[in-house]
């Protein structure tokens, strides 16, 4: 397991236990890394106008097309870290 698997590891398990719950913007942000390091690039067909919540997170998703899988675990490790510390913007 690289350095990057491993942050990303206990960064999924440090995202359980942050001090509070973050806001939507910063959710959407979380699961299209997420998303991206493990499933790569966006895959299946969008959800309809109906379902707003699957949109958002389709498209969150899509902005992140192209980025490398290493990349968006490192990415992720940085906001849950910037979440914990109280950082984030």
């Given at each position: 397991?690289?350095?990057?698997?491993?942050?990303?590891?206990?960064?999924?398990?440090?995202?359980?236990?942050?001090?509070?719950?973050?806001?939507?913007?910063?959710?959407?942000?979380?699961?299209?890394?997420?998303?991206?390091?493990?499933?790569?690039?966006?895959?299946?067909?969008?959800?309809?106008?109906?379902?707003?919540?699957?949109k958002y997170k389709y498209?969150?998703?899509?902005?992140?097309?192209?980025?490398?899988p290493d990349t968006a675990?490192?990415?992720?490790?940085?906001?849950?870290?910037?979440?914990?510390?109280?950082?984030?913007a």
């Amino acid at each position: 397991m690289s350095d990057v698997d491993g942050l990303f590891a206990k960064a999924l398990e440090d995202v359980k236990q942050l001090p509070e719950r973050p806001g939507n913007l910063t959710l959407l942000r979380l699961y299209a890394l997420f998303k991206q390091a493990t499933d790569g690039d966006v895959h299946g067909d969008k959800p309809g106008f109906t379902d707003i919540v699957g949109k958002y997170k389709y498209n969150a998703w899509a902005a992140l097309q192209g980025t490398a899988p290493d990349t968006a675990k490192q990415q992720y490790v940085e906001l849950v870290e910037s979440l914990r510390n109280g950082t984030a913007a």
